[in-house]
């Protein structure tokens, strides 16, 4: 199983920007792949991003484009999640994910196909 951890959420001004990261360890397998998703109250879940060791990192097709960057630290692997230009719509609780043993490219999984889940964190964009 898959250990996540995100961190940096928060309360972000209309039109700020947000850093969220992901730190991810225990995987099995050399292949793996990240999603960072997010959920609002009565909406379904969104998916934002995603980074594969296959093809790199991807956005998924949605209302918010982020941009990833990885690192490792000490047998961690961080993914850190950038968002600008937040509109109130983006406050949501986000998520990072992760799949072990997967060599395609990430764009390709469902959030459901996910195996391990973060304990999620809020973001809220107001004034």
């Known amino acids: 199983q898959v250990q996540l951890v995100e961190s940096g959420g928060g309360l972000v001004q209309p039109g700020g920007s947000l850093r969220l990261s992901c730190a991810a360890a225990g995987f099995s397998e050399d292949e793996y792949a990240i999603g960072w998703f997010r959920q609002a109250p009565g909406r379904e879940r969104e998916g934002i991003s995603c980074y594969g060791t296959r093809d790199g990192s991807h956005n998924y097709p949605g209302s918010v484009k982020g941009r990833l960057t990885i690192a490792s630290d000490n047998g961690w692997i961080m993914v850190t999640l950038l968002m600008n230009n937040l509109k109130p719509e983006d406050t949501a609780l986000y998520y990072c994910?992760?799949?072990?043993?997967?060599?395609?490219?990430?764009?390709?999984?469902?959030?459901?196909?996910?195996?391990?889940w973060g304990q999620g964190i809020q973001v809220t964009v107001s004034t």
């Open positions: 994910a992760a799949l072990d043993d997967w060599g395609f490219s990430c764009k390709a999984i469902k959030d459901y196909e996910y195996d391990d």
